[in-house]
């Protein structure tokens, strides 16, 4: 059985992470099948929203310290070294082809969401939470930084740079309600009601054009690293003159004068 379960729904994927027994901890093969998924995402157009959940009573725990280690050799630790800068990057990997990949991804947390689970969550771009998620940058709790796989660009730009500082240096974790109050997740509604809350969000976003839906994602992103208002906006009017002349949009507009839910049929967006 695969640690990552794939289930596609039209033009929607539910991704679950499945090693309940261990909270969804990352084991390599996990990582390995995380990181094939979102990097072959963005040569993807049969996919237009993808939903990241946990099987079980997490979201993911972090890395699994109990899997084990490769042997390292060398008395000068060069190569335990690069070894393990490979290993570092190819947990990295995954964050970087979230954020690159054009799919929203709507993260749904009950229970723990620790260390790399916490940077799975980060990169996406909702959060749905339960009343018992708790969320933390446990790195720094184990003898590491608490500046890893994405954590430390993420979290400073959604909560600021002290309120990131206060979880980042404790480890202390975040419970649900505090994550709202710093608008750090969207909603927090009970686990029986995760998936209906994911697919509302699911639902709404469809509404746009495969294209319109790909862009925003694209310019949210660079939005937030851009050097100015000018900037910002030199993008927003490229992106709305490459919608407007997309064969979606007249579809999208007639669809909202008749209220009804849009047919589209492209998607080389």
């Known amino acids: 059985?695969?640690?990552?379960?794939?289930?596609?729904?039209?033009?929607?994927?539910?991704?679950?992470?499945?090693?309940?027994?261990?909270?969804?901890?990352?084991?390599?093969?996990?990582?390995t099948e995380l990181r094939d998924f979102f990097v072959g995402l963005y040569w993807r157009r049969d996919v237009r929203v993808v939903v990241l959940e946990g099987a079980g009573d997490a979201f993911c725990a972090g890395l699994?310290?109990?899997?084990?280690?490769?042997?390292?050799?060398?008395?000068?630790?060069?190569?335990?070294?690069?070894?393990?800068?490979?290993?570092?990057?190819?947990?990295?990997?995954?964050?970087?082809?979230?954020?690159?990949?054009?799919?929203?991804?709507?993260?749904c947390v009950d229970g723990a969401a620790a260390g790399g689970g916490f940077a799975l969550a980060l990169a996406s771009d909702v959060r749905i939470v339960t009343p018992r998620a708790r969320m933390n940058a446990a790195f720094i709790r184990i003898g590491l930084s608490a500046c890893d796989i994405g954590v430390s660009y993420f979290l400073p730009r959604m909560v600021g740079s002290s309120v990131a500082a206060e979880y980042m240096l404790t480890g202390r974790f975040i419970d649900a309600e505090r994550a709202r109050e710093?608008?750090?997740?969207?909603?927090?509604?009970?686990?029986?009601?995760?998936?209906?809350?994911?697919?509302?969000?699911?639902?709404?976003?469809?509404?746009?054009?495969?294209?319109?839906?790909?862009?925003?994602?694209?310019?949210?992103?660079?939005?937030?690293?851009?050097?100015?208002?000018?900037?910002?906006?030199?993008?927003?009017?490229?992106?709305?003159?490459?919608?407007?002349?997309?064969?979606?949009?007249?579809?999208g507009v007639q669809a909202f004068l008749e209220k009804r839910k849009p047919n589209y049929t492209r998607r080389e967006g």
Do not use: Y
């Open 182 to 251: 710093l608008g750090l997740v969207s909603r927090i509604v009970p686990k029986d009601q995760l998936k209906a809350e994911a697919q509302a969000f699911v639902d709404d976003m469809l509404h746009a054009t495969p294209l319109g839906l790909r862009l925003t994602k694209e310019a949210l992103n660079h939005a937030i690293d851009a050097g100015g208002l000018e900037a910002a906006i030199a993008m927003e009017d490229r992106n709305q003159i490459l919608a407007s002349a997309d064969g979606d949009f007249g579809e």
């Open 1 to 31: 059985m695969a640690d990552l379960e794939l289930r596609q729904d039209g033009d929607v994927i539910w991704a679950t992470m499945n090693r309940p027994e261990r909270l969804n901890a990352l084991s390599r093969n996990l990582v």
């Open 64 to 107: 699994d310290l109990k899997e084990r280690s490769e042997p390292t050799e060398g008395s000068d630790g060069r190569r335990s070294i690069g070894a393990g800068l490979t290993r570092q990057r190819e947990i990295s990997e995954i964050v970087i082809a979230m954020r690159r990949c054009p799919q929203p991804i709507i993260a």
